[in-house]
């Protein structure tokens, strides 16, 4: 039984350029979060995931963005990439529902932006 | 704001210590409390705490929740170095009905010398 596996697992690029990571949530799970890292900081959280559609979002700017697709795998975009989004970023998927309420998380993409 | 803190942010010990990390937490709609371990990059899970005052355990590892003075601590006995990693403790909430999200601490980094 496959986790949750992001792609890739690293990544760098430079200051304004354009960034997808993707992610694929552990089978049965049908909600999709991403949290964004910093070093020495804890995770924070960017968005969720569910029917194809954002649910709820976190205090990040519309430069960030995403998509589910039918399978339930997600990608997160980010645009015009700053030096302060260089950071570990997490995708977690769950399964909708009160009671499930546990999140499974991927080993992450590091960005690093220079 | 919700919010969460993690106390200490940074602890070294010897082998067969035991350690108290603590964390408490001011969000709206409580749901659960969890606490995950990141070793390297995926955080993994650990405890959910949802009820006031019972104790979780697993093996050397044990955690509890006070819903009234909104903390919660984890324990763990004599310390091994594979438990050097960051612990994360992680408060769910609800938001609009069913749209649920984790908000994490900063973390507790454990450092385990032989």
């Known amino acids: 039984d496959a986790g949750v596996t992001q792609s890739p697992t690293h990544l760098i690029k430079t200051r304004g350029q354009q960034v997808t990571l993707r992610c694929s949530p552990k089978?049965?799970?049908?909600?999709v979060s991403w949290y964004q890292q910093a070093l020495g900081q804890g995770p924070q959280f960017i968005f969720q995931y569910y029917e194809e559609e954002e649910r709820q979002r976190g205090n990040f700017p519309d430069r960030f963005s995403g998509h589910q697709f039918p399978n339930y795998s997600s990608e997160l975009n980010v645009n015009a990439l700053l030096l302060g989004d260089s950071a570990l970023y997490l995708c977690a998927s769950s399964l909708a529902g009160l009671l499930n309420e546990k999140l499974f998380f991927g080993s992450g993409t590091q960005l690093s932006v220079l | 704001e919700d919010k969460v803190v993690q106390s200490p942010l940074s602890l070294v010990v010897h082998e067969g210590d035991t350690v108290t990390l603590n964390c408490s937490y001011e969000?709206?709609?409580?749901?659960?409390l969890l606490w995950y371990k990141q070793e390297k990059k995926a955080p993994t899970f650990l405890f959910m705490l949802t009820s006031s005052g019972i104790e979780k355990k697993s093996g050397r590892l044990s955690s509890i929740l006070d819903k009234k003075e909104l903390f919660s601590i984890l324990n763990i006995t004599a310390t091994q170095t594979g438990d050097s990693a960051i612990y994360l403790c992680a408060v769910g909430s609800y938001s609009g009905g069913s749209n649920y999200k984790l908000t994490f601490g900063k973390g507790t980094l454990l450092t385990v010398n032989p």
């Open positions: 969000v709206t709609n409580f749901r659960s």
């Open positions: 089978s049965g799970h049908d909600t």
